[in-house]
């Protein structure tokens, strides 16, 4: 019988974020939300940033929650959150302006001037990232470029979920994973490509040590533990510190030939690999090689996932109508199909503010059907996103010439059963959706695995397996899919 082991993990995405104490015993994992909260941004001199100071006071309260229901005895605590966004500090751990939210519009012409610098395909077969204009990469040159560079005055750069373990222990470290999203990280050496930034000119000393996800970094800080009543002794766990990267970890699969899809504000489809491919295809298709557990490396592609229905949603609401997210899948589902989608990629999307405005000029210029109500403008996206899956899964059968049999989906996007059966229908396989919760299962199994409590990854799944129910989705009409591809392929720039 297994010994009773608990965790603290913490799970920040682009709008809200938890704090959740695990207990993991007898081959099983619960979880238990102890603080939900809004991971704080703000507009300021003309910028988006991260407010960090009130996410880690929100850090702070869920510790101080998880110590009040659960005692002050915890196996680690681990932070995951979003990649490529970044805190400068100085040498005395002061933080050196606000750090920049990746939607901000400062990076907007950077990959054209990158690559005056060095070559697009010269990057690639160094670090073989997606190109995408927030990449850590362009935000550092956008940052570099300004009459008052904060480069040259700081002492380290850290990647949030690096910060944040950062305050928690006071050790400054990049784990792996997240340092992966940079776009400055070599996939083979797993270290940072110096090459790189010698050439981009960014200063050596910022970038941090890197190691591996599980790696245990300190102790909780003795004032923290003070402040919130938990032992000085709990490990501060490097846990795979990218949300995907944790994602993956909950993925409840066995044996080969199968995707994963983490479903959420962002979708992120791929698979795991042995070693990253940098092959040009590979760079055709704008696939990223990221850091992965126990070696492996995250082979996939960013889609921007559920974030123009946030956006409808929100824009709706700003009208003086209230949706949930359940009423208005509902409202797409009674349109049934509607011929009618949009490029994804299109980076009108990527901006927050009028989306349905955004949707309808697109269906517009297209020459497509156009409807103003919400159930048709919802549908337009599930059917879009579909089609976004059925083609990245094409790209990966063609660049690894492996078929993939079946669909891994976890993450609170696969709450969406009209998209869930829309993407089975998609890719004309099986859809296993769950577990929901995978981000945080997957940072709570990296912790598991570093304190010994698990003793691989192949346990872990086994594990999740165990503990959550996995809901299966087959295919019902695969023809619709089949019979609009060249039609979808003809709307997108």
Known sequence: MMQEKKFIGFDLGAESGRCVVAILKDQKITLHEVHRFT???????????????????????????????????FSGIGVDTWGVDYTLIDCEGRIIGYPYHYRDDRTDDMMEEAFKIVSKEYIYSRVGIQFAQFNTIFQLLAEKK???????????????????NFLLSGVKKAEFSIA???????????????????KFGFPRKIFPEIVEPGTKLGTLLPYIAKKTGLSPDIPIIASAGHDTASAVVSVPASGTNWAF????????????????????????YNFTNEGGVEGTTRFLKNIIGLWPIQECRRYWLEKGTEYTYPELSELAKKEGFVKAWVDLNDPRFLKAGEMPEKIIAYLTETGQTVKTNPGFI????????????????????????NKISKLHAVGGGIQNEVLTQLTADAIGGTVYAGPIEGTMVGNIGVQAIASGAVPN?????????NSFDVKKYEP??????????????????
């Open 457 to 465: 990854l192949r346990v872990w799944r086994e594990i999740v397996s």
């Open 261 to 284: 899809l983490s479903s959420g504000t962002w979708s992120l489809m791929g698979i795991e690999l042995n070693s990253p491919s940098l092959t040009t295809q590979a760079m055709k």
């Open 39 to 73: 991971t704080h941004n703000i507009q300021y001199e003309g910028g988006f940033h991260w407010d960090v100071l009130a996410i880690y006071e929100e850090i702070i309260e869920g510790l101080k929650k998880a110590q009040k229901a659960f005692g002050k005895e």
């Open 146 to 164: 300004r009459r008052q560079n904060f480069l040259d005055f700081s002492d380290k750069m850290l990647l949030m979920p690096d910060f944040l």
């Open 378 to 401: 919802i549908a337009v996206v599930l059917e879009s996103l579909a089609f976004a899956y059925r083609s990245v899964i094409k790209e990966i059968e063609e660049v690894t010439e």
């Open 476 to 493: 019902l009409d695969s023809n619709y899919f089949n019979e609009n591809e060249n039609n979808f392929k003809k709307i997108l720039k």
């Open 180 to 198: 992966s999203t940079t776009s400055i990280v070599d996939p083979i050496k797993r270290n940072w490509s110096w090459e790189l930034i010698e």
